[in-house]
Structures are given as C-alpha cells and as structure tokens.
C-alpha cells in the first residue's frame, strides 16, 4: 500500500522542481569591471553574453537532471514500504552527493565551456566568467537534495531500529 509522502519525500520533490526550474534559467554571464568592455558585452546579442545550461559541460547540466530524477523517484515511491527498506533512501543520499560533487566541480571549472582559445580571448579582454541565477539556483537544489537524502537515511534507520532484548545479570 502507498502511504502519503513524508516531509522528506516532500523536500526531494521540492529540490527535484527548484533542479528543474534552474535548467530554463541564465546558467553563464559574461561580465567585466571595465565600462567600455561593460558597454561592449551589452552590445552583444543576449546568447552570447549568458549562456543556458545546455550549452555548459557536463557538470552544468548533469546535477539537475539528477537530482530532478532522483527527487521525483523519491517522491513517487519513497513511501513504499520494500523500497524503503530495499536502499531508495541510501540510493538517494549517494545520488545527492554526486550530485552535489559535479555542481562544485562544474562551479570549479566554469571557464572550461570555452574554448582555449576563447578563454585566452576573454581573459586578454578583461571579462569574467560569472555564475548565473541557475547555476545558484541548481546549488541550491543539490545542497537541499543531500539535506533531505541524509534526513531520509536517518528516519529510515529510526524506522527499522529494533529494540534489543533486556539482558538478564546471573
């Protein structure tokens, strides 16, 4: 029988919709501290200054996808008893943490979506490459995806903890 979805499951959906809402968002933003570079950049089309997740590496769009996948899993079936207890929540927690692990290194690497020479160009020119409001927004949804998964492994141990038996002193 299906039960309602716990707080947890609640909060892997809700990390899985924030994943998916990020995906549609500014990924990548071009910017400089020079005005005339500044000037320069809003003279571009708005596709060549930001840039959508679909065109970052691996490591942009993979952690969402991810963690939509496993949060809508979660919240479709986490309150079924045999998957429960046959390792969603742990399978969840190792989910969100790769998840989280490719969102710091796609943050770490950002600049990689360029080119070499396209960094050198960038670099010459004084431009930086800055996060997006989905790139944060997908941070967020990893961060609240592990605090949720690790939540879940925690009531399931709860859950299945049994009491041991009283021993007797001779």
Same mark, same amino acid.
């Given at each position: 029988?299906?039960?309602?979805?716990?707080?947890?499951?609640?909060?892997?959906?809700?990390?899985?919709?924030?994943?998916?809402?990020?995906?549609?968002?500014?990924?990548?933003?071009?910017?400089?501290?020079?005005?005339?570079?500044?000037a320069? *950049?809003?003279?571009?089309?708005?596709?060549?200054? @930001?840039?959508?997740?679909?065109? %970052?590496?691996?490591?942009?769009?993979?952690?969402? $996808?991810? /963690?939509?996948?496993?949060?809508? @899993?979660?919240?479709?079936?986490?309150?079924?008893?045999? !998957?429960?207890?046959?390792? $969603?929540?742990?399978?969840?927690? /190792?989910?969100?943490?790769?998840? %989280? *692990?490719?969102? !710091?290194?796609?943050?770490?690497?950002?600049e990689?979506?360029?080119?070499?020479?396209?960094?050198?160009?960038?670099?010459?020119?004084?431009?930086?490459?800055? %996060?997006? @409001?989905?790139?944060? $927004?997908?941070?967020?949804? %990893?961060?609240?995806?592990?605090?949720?998964?690790?939540?879940?492994?925690?009531? $399931?141990?709860?859950? @299945?903890?049994?009491?041991?038996?009283?021993?007797?002193?001779?």
């Amino acid at each position: 029988m299906i039960a309602r979805p716990s707080w947890q499951g609640i909060g892997g959906l809700a990390a899985a919709v924030l994943a998916v809402i990020s995906l549609f968002l500014p990924w990548t933003v071009l910017s400089s501290a020079n005005p005339d570079v500044q000037a320069a *950049l809003a003279e571009l089309p708005p596709g060549d200054v @930001t840039r959508s997740v679909w065109r %970052a590496t691996f490591l942009g769009w993979f952690p969402p $996808l991810l /963690i939509a996948a496993a949060g809508g @899993t979660v919240a479709a079936i986490g309150r079924i008893h045999a !998957a429960r207890t046959g390792g $969603l929540p742990q399978l969840w927690l /190792i989910a969100a943490v790769v998840a %989280a *692990l490719c969102a !710091a290194f796609g943050w770490i690497y950002i600049e990689w979506q360029f080119g070499a020479e396209e960094r050198a160009v960038l670099e010459a020119s004084g431009v930086t490459v800055a %996060a997006g @409001t989905g790139r944060y $927004l997908g941070a967020l949804a %990893a961060l609240a995806s592990l605090v949720f998964a690790v939540l879940d492994v925690r009531a $399931l141990r709860a859950e @299945t903890r049994r009491r041991r038996p009283a021993r007797r002193r001779r």
